[in-house]
């Protein structure tokens, strides 16, 4: 939006906002917010809001609590609905420390790091994501959700079918008062799934945009007595939800993906982009897909991505290159879901595509047969590996790529292996429904 300080400060004013939320991003892509009266808003701006990091997950210890929020005025909008009569806006933050520094372990400013590199080597980065969820119907007596499937729609399913419509509707209306500009939205492949398209942003807003994007589906869900989970695979059978991710680079006005003169008019920017990220998918793998449950999607059998190769527009591929060409000329990053932390997540892919930009790395030769439909020795022979199985798998990869712990920090690479080494291990140890009904008979 372009908003200065004395551009937010007017429209508070004006529009007689009481509260606003200053909203952070933890490690786990959890947004969290401080609630401060509007009168404090700008102190706030001048000298930042003090808060306690060591309620955060994976920021600080307790001894090392104070932390400092500073709003940026680009993120404000009003909240599309009203609590008590009061109306509230919010603003997204970046963490500084006491001294004013700004914290390593902020997830923004990591991404902040990496739009700078590409800036240093005359780029600038744009990002278009696709997050897919389910709606769930939720309890009338306990408000908790139901595990059910409570419509029968498939892929761009209409009324009847399609339970949820009335919601999705609201909720697109709810993310354009906030800013987003919807390009579509529909029912997805699977029953109960929904899919709401915005339109891409440099990298840093589209990251920003996933955060209120999630905010504003879960609240307006809450408002139909539903519960939107973007849990990557919460039913058995059908197709779990993932965040297909757009990118494309651009030097001024001209895309940096494009050649009218080259192959497929793909310029050798984009090519050195999509090798880097190929080169470097394993390893991210944990950071775009960092659930256990993440890898119940990445299975074959459900057009989940789970082959590292890439191709001409074949969605069997981890990266797809969508058959347009001029300024639309983009990659498509089929593997990341939206449990992920939207900002290591783009910072990640963003870094490993210019690595390949910054070696010449030269991708393999684009596979244009359905790779779902070949076989293991088929795959063999065209060089086509497979993304981690599992999160332990996942995070064993992360951990021998030097580019990730460059990209995350060190304090979000140590915590984050920590919490999820953890995650992994509860989760191994645990006995599940499955076994009970597998074994206990029988055994």
């Known amino acids: 939006m372009g908003l200065s300080v004395e551009d937010v400060l007017r429209i508070v004013r004006e529009e007689s906002v009481k509260f606003v939320r200053l909203q952070i991003t933890d490690i786990n892509g959890v947004l969290k917010n401080i609630e401060i009266p509007a009168d404090e808003l700008e102190r706030s701006f001048e000298n930042g809001t003090m808060f306690d990091g060591s309620s955060i997950d994976g920021f600080v210890r307790i001894q090392e609590s104070d932390m400092v929020l500073k709003p940026d005025p680009g993120t404000f909008s009003i909240l599309p609905w009203v609590t008590d009569g009061t109306k509230s806006a919010r603003l997204i933050c970046d963490v500084y420390l006491p001294n004013g520094e700004p914290f390593e372990g902020d997830p923004r400013y990591r991404l902040k790091l990496v739009v700078e590199k590409a800036a240093k080597m005359g780029f600038k980065a744009f990002a278009g994501p696709e997050p897919e969820f389910f709606l769930l119907k939720r309890d009338e007596k306990t408000r908790k959700p139901i595990l059910e499937i409570w419509d029968q729609g498939g892929y761009f399913d209409l009324l009847p079918l399609d339970f949820g419509e009335e919601a999705r509707k609201d909720m697109v209306i709810a993310l354009e008062k906030m800013g987003l500009q919807v390009e579509a939205s529909h029912h997805e492949v699977a029953p109960s799934q929904h899919e709401i398209d915005f339109r891409y942003d440099d990298i840093l807003s589209t990251a920003d945009n996933v955060q209120t994007f999630k905010f504003v589906v879960r609240t307006v869900a809450l408002f139909h007595n539903l519960h939107a989970t973007f849990m990557p695979k919460p039913f ?10 757009h990118i494309s680079l651009f030097k001024g006005e001209e895309n940096a993906f494009y050649d009218p ?183």
């Open 236 to 245: 058995y059978g059908i197709n779990g939800s993932g965040m297909h991710t």
């Open 261 to 443: 003169d080259a192959p497929h008019g793909l310029s050798d920017v984009c090519l050195h982009f999509i090798a880097g990220v190929l080169k470097h998918s394993k390893s991210i793998t944990a950071i775009t897909n960092p659930t256990v449950n993440s890898y119940k999607r990445l299975v074959p059998g459900y057009e989940a991505p789970v082959n590292i190769a890439w191709s001409m527009g074949n969605r069997s591929a981890l990266i797809r290159v969508p058959n347009i060409r001029g300024k639309a000329t983009r990659i498509e990053y089929r593997s990341p879901d939206p449990t992920c932390n939207a900002y290591l997540a783009f910072a990640l892919i963003l870094a490993a595509g210019l690595d390949g930009i910054e070696n010449k790395l030269t991708p393999p030769p684009a596979v244009d047969e359905n790779i779902f439909e070949l076989e293991n020795e088929q795959k063999s022979e065209l060089n086509i590996e497979q993304l981690p199985k599992n999160l332990e798998d996942a995070l064993i990869h992360m951990e021998k790529d030097p580019l990730v712990k460059e990209v995350l920090g060190e304090h979000i690479y140590e915590k984050f292996l920590e919490m999820k080494k953890r995650e992994y291990f509860e989760f191994s140890t645990s006995v599940t429904d499955w076994e009970i009904n597998r074994y206990l008979d029988i055994l």
